[in-house]
């Protein structure tokens, strides 16, 4: 039986294929053929290029930025100081000089002898004459070997003696031929071994009494005695390595050494004369007269070391007293004042910090004369022509660099120093008297 197929009609299309309909107003966009490699590799180098270049600036910015850091930085690390040129200002036909007093004459006793304190009789301040006896040691050990010595002496002077009787016995039987040569010879030199045994121990027991003598310490010269380090009992060592037993001076006439400023050495000679005034003595005088020069400038201070002896009849004066001393100096010299506050009080003396010409810090020890407050006079040690450090801080050191601060108002050119402003002499003083020396105040103190 055969089926017929059935008419299915016309059929719809489904949605998925349905065919939307042409517009004949919109077209295709031609297809573009591939670029080509060479672009490609352009347009990446360019891009690689760009990117470097910004890498590089960046690099270099950040390094440009880490030195002005650097050099900003190593700036701040430098201090920066305010300077001043010293003031010069003309002196006086009158030069006067602060000086210290010394004894004519100072010895240090010490003994010669080990042993043991046995006694003083000087204490400090005890006039002496030459001979006098200061003190007396107890040599029990050197008092032994003196009779060991003696005893020995006696030996050698007995040995010496039969010495000399065995050389004549065998000098007479040579004679008679009973004694071979050589042992006359022996005997002989016997004798004369016997001869330096005897005079050896007869040096020894002389030492022991010289160390003997040492016993009792006389006084020198005649003077004071200043010191007396010991006190009965106390163990007494020979030589120098111990400590002295006394200490005596000679006071009748004083040394006073002055520290003469480079530029008055030709007006200061050996007999030229001078005065000297002590502040505990107001009034009082002493006269004296230069004795000797050190005949050379000390190139730290720039000053010459001169020497004046001044009598000291009565005792007056003291030996290590501060006084001033007068010179008719007789030409008129600069004289430089500087600030207190630039002053450098140390262990070592006075000084100032200057600055070279390579900026850097340079310590120089001066010699202070006159104080008139807030200036101080310097007799030696700086020129006109040094700039000086205003308040020197604590942490400046020796070759140290340092910026020199430029003053307000003042032009970039010009040196960055400053006279100091001169001090006004007070109503009636003459140009030469003195005021005491600065003790620290104003200055840096170390």
């Not at 089926?3 to 299309?13: C, L, M």
């Not at 001044?310 to 007068?326: D, M, Y």
Request: proline residues 8%; charged residues 20%; neutral net charge.
């Amino acid at each position: 039986m055969s089926v017929e197929p059935r008419n299915p009609g016309p059929q719809q299309p489904s949605p998925a294929h349905a065919v939307h309909p042409v517009h004949p107003e919109i077209e295709r966009p031609p297809t573009m053929p591939p670029a080509p490699a060479s672009r490609l590799l352009v347009l990446f180098g360019a891009i690689l290029l760009v990117l470097l270049t910004a890498g590089l600036v960046t690099f270099l910015s950040r390094r440009t930025e880490a030195h002005a850091l650097a050099r900003d930085t190593e700036a701040a690390a430098v201090p920066t100081v305010a300077v001043v040129l010293p003031t010069s200002e003309l002196g006086s036909d009158e030069l006067v000089l602060p000086g210290s007093t010394e004894a004519f004459e100072e010895s240090s006793i010490f003994a010669r002898t080990n042993g043991y304190l046995l006694r003083w009789y000087k204490d400090i301040g005890s006039p002496v004459k030459k001979g006098d006896l200061l003190a007396s040691i107890d040599t029990p050990e050197v008092d032994q070997e003196l009779l060991q010595a003696r005893a020995s002496r006696e030996q050698a002077k007995a040995q010496l003696d039969l010495a000399k009787l065995s050389a004549d016995r065998w000098a007479g039987l040579r004679k008679t031929d009973s004694v071979s040569q050589q042992e006359a010879d022996q005997q002989a030199s016997g004798y004369q071994q016997a001869l330096a045994n005897l005079a050896a121990v007869a040096a020894n027991v002389r030492r022991l009494e010289e160390l003997e003598s040492f016993k009792s310490v006389y006084a020198p010269f005649s003077g004071v005695l200043i010191r007396r380090n010991v006190d009965p009992g106390a163990l007494i060592n020979a030589g120098s390595a111990g400590k002295e037993l006394f200490v005596v001076a000679r006071v009748d006439v004083l040394r006073v050494y002055v520290s003469v400023p480079q530029a008055y050495r030709a007006a200061i000679k050996v007999g030229t004369k001078s005065v000297l005034t002590v502040q505990e003595l107001p009034g009082q005088k002493f006269f004296g007269t230069v004795a000797r020069t050190a005949q050379a400038i000390d190139p730290a201070t720039r000053t010459l070391r001169t020497e004046v002896d001044v009598p000291n009849s009565g005792n007056k004066l003291l030996p290590g007293s501060f006084g001033q001393v007068h010179f008719s100096a007789g030409s008129k010299v600069q004289r430089l004042t500087v600030p207190v506050n630039t002053i450098i009080f140390r262990a070592e003396g006075s000084q100032v910090a200057l600055v070279n010409q390579d900026s850097k810090v340079s310590f120089h020890p001066i010699t202070i004369g006159r104080d008139f407050g807030a200036t101080v006079e310097v007799l030696g040690g700086v020129e006109a022509s040094d700039p000086i450090i205003i308040n020197p801080s604590d942490g400046l050191e020796q070759g140290q660099q340092v910026h020199v601060a430029q003053p307000a108002g003042q032009p970039a050119g010009q040196p960055a120093v400053q006279p100091v402003a001169q001090p006004a002499v007070p109503s009636g003083a003459s140009p030469g008297a003195t005021q005491p020396a600065p003790v620290g105040s104003g200055g840096k103190q170390r």
